[in-house]
Nanobody
């Protein structure tokens, strides 16, 4: 069983940056691929970024366009999402997820564990 807790959300002006963290508890964090998703009111959950076991392979949603970066620190059982050049369309609840596999994936149904989410609000 893996428990995930996101932090780092908040209110930021357009053009600003935020770094989200996802701390995992439970055994064997390093065997999981990790992903970040987001969900805005009235919209479906959307893939943001993913990182493989070991951190060698990263994937991103099409809307990211080089603005976001994902990395993991297995010694700290934590995965990070650095978000730059934020715009109001990035406003959503951001969720961290763990997938018991080597590769991350874009589909939310492929993940085994989820955090409760952290709100990100970008003002214009």
């Amino acid at each position: 069983q893996v428990q995930l807790v996101e932090s780092g959300g908040g209110l930021v002006q357009a053009g600003g940056s935020l770094r989200l963290s996802c701390a995992a508890s439970g055994p064997n964090f390093d065997v999981f691929a990790m992903g970040w998703f987001r969900q805005a009111p009235g919209k479906e959950r959307e893939f943001v970024a993913g990182i493989s076991r070991g951190g060698q392979i990263t994937i991103f949603g099409d809307f990211v366009r080089g603005r976001f970066f994902i990395r993991r620190d297995d010694a700290k059982n934590t995965v990070y999402l650095q978000m730059n050049r934020l715009n109001p369309e990035d406003t959503a609840v951001y969720y961290c997820a763990a997938k018991n596999d080597y590769y991350a994936a874009r589909g939310p149904g492929e993940y085994d564990y989820w955090g409760q989410g952290t709100q990100v609000t970008v003002s214009s």
